[in-house]
Nanobody, 122 residues
Framework: QVQLVDSGGGLVQAGGSLRLSCAAS????????MGWFRRAPGKEREFVAA????????SYADSVKERFTISRDNAKNTVYLQMNSLKPEDTAVYYC???????????????WGQGTQVTVSS
């Protein structure tokens, strides 16, 4: 069992930055690929980024490439999402999730955080 707690969301102006964090409980954090997803108002939840168990491989949605960076610190059981050059269309609830495999698909993720709201004003 893995419990995930998302944090770091808030209100920011377009062009600004935020860093999201996701703290995991348990001793098995390094056994899981970690991902970030988001759900914008009126839309389905979508993939944002994922990082492999070691942190050596990352994957991004096209809409956030070159602006967002996912990373993890296995010693701290934490995964991060650094978001730069934020746009109003990045406004969403952001969720971290844990999976046994590196995947863009929500069905592959077993555990989910509660979500943290990110609002980007124009």
């Amino acid at each position: 069992q893995v419990q995930l707690v998302d944090s770091g969301g808030g209100l920011v102006q377009a062009g600004g930055s935020l860093r999201l964090s996701c703290a995991a409980s348990g001793r098995t954090f390094s056994l899981y690929t970690m991902g970030w997803f988001r759900r914008a108002p009126g839309k389905e939840r979508e993939f944002v980024a994922a990082v492999s168990k070691s942190g050596g491989t990352t994957s991004y949605a096209d809409s956030v490439k070159e602006r967002f960076t996912i990373s993890r610190d296995n010693a701290k059981n934490t995964v991060y999402l650094q978001m730069n050059s934020l746009k109003p269309e990045d406004t969403a609830v952001y969720y971290c999730a844990a999976s046994r495999v590196l995947s863009h698909f929500q069905a592959a993720y077993e555990y989910w955080g509660q979500g943290t709201q990110v609002t980007v004003s124009s």
